[in-house]
């Protein structure tokens, strides 16, 4: 049974940082493409970043360029986004996700194998 499960959410002043975790079990993210997501009240979820298992090629929303970095950590079979400057507009409940196959930023994600529970980060003004 595969499991993501997402934590480090939490309530942080506009300009802080962030780092969430996606811990991973019944899959091997390092045969896996990785990303996150978020999901603003009365929006719709939509892409934040990702990584290819191959090459570790990574993607990311014009939002959050330059902000936020993906990374994973293969020995621990986790995946982080660590989130520098934040914004009131970042304020969402982050999901994690895997996939057999490349997560663009324009991919449909109901064709996107798993979902973690989400875990809410907050930024204040």
């Known amino acids: 049974q595969v499991q993501l499960v997402e934590s480090g959410g939490g309530l942080v002043q506009a300009g802080g940082s962030l780092r969430l975790t996606c811990a991973a079990s019944?899959?091997?993210?390092?045969?896996?493409?990785m990303g996150w997501f978020r999901q603003a009240p009365g929006k719709e979820r939509e892409f934040v970043a990702s990584?290819?298992?191959?090459?570790?090629?990574?993607y990311y929303a014009d939002s959050v360029k330059g902000r936020f970095t993906i990374s994973r950590d293969n020995a621990k079979n986790t995946v982080y986004l660590q989130m520098n400057s934040l914004k009131p507009e970042d304020t969402a409940v982050y999901y994690c996700?895997?996939?057999?196959?490349?997560?663009?930023?324009?991919?449909?994600?109901?064709?996107?194998?798993?979902w973690g529970q989400g875990t809410q980060v907050t930024v204040s003004s």
């Open positions: 990584s290819t298992f191959s090459l570790e090629i990574t």
């Open positions: 019944g899959l091997t993210i390092s045969t896996y493409n």
């Open positions: 996700a895997a996939d057999g196959s490349r997560i663009f930023p324009a991919r449909p994600m109901g064709t996107i194998d798993y």
